[in-house]
């Protein structure tokens, strides 16, 4: 059922728009300022030097592979780092003001929360490969990062999305699971740190319950 369904008009409404506040502060002024700290860190951080020259396509998705396993392993350490009790009832128990997600829910977080959760563990990858990853790398990897978490709060399971088609994907559910339950499930592209500390367990046990 979606959260509109489950909660009474007004409360829906008053969570609706706090989502488009969020979305829109974090979207702008947050991407801003890190923006700002990066122009004038004077790093170069991005191959701008042969910008007309396109990464043939092996490069182009090897840089995105990069960045994905190093995306995945960052955002779990950051994440679980969120639900620290000390974290949890100030920061992250915004997010997860969505008890039951739709796409407006990925960026409904608090500014911390984005710049330490979101932006933060994206930022790692090209950040290590610095002047080797092209411009177009870096927005392509950018584009499917934000698509991965559109499709992780989408509220739908498609058997289709591409994602599924990695090893050590997490299902559709897998994201829905740690919002319903607000336990384990720490992981973004893959599910391996998960399985590695035992933070997916009850998602699975509750799986077998149900076959």
Known sequence: MWPWET????????????????????????????????ANSGQEVLNLTDIDRMPGPMLFAAQIIFCMVVEDMVFFCSHRT?????LYPSVHKIHHEHKVTFSLAALHAHPLEYIMGNVFPVMVGPAL???????ASMFGWYF????ESIDG????????????????????NYHFFHHEENVGNYGSFFTFWDTIFGTNSAFY???KIKD
């Open 7 to 38: 909660m009474e008009p007004t409360e829906w409404n008053n969570l609706f728009w706090r989502s488009i506040k969020f979305t829109v502060f974090n979207s702008t002024v947050c991407n801003l300022i890190v923006n700002l700290i990066i």
């Open 82 to 86: 969120l639900h620290h009790p000390i």
């Open 129 to 135: 490969l610095g002047p080797r990853m092209h411009l």
């Open 144 to 147: 499917i990062r934000s698509w």
């Open 153 to 172: 709060h989408c509220g739908y399971s498609f058997s289709w999305s591409p994602f599924r088609l990695l090893p050590c994907q997490p299902e559709g």
């Open 205 to 207: 046990k509750q799986q």
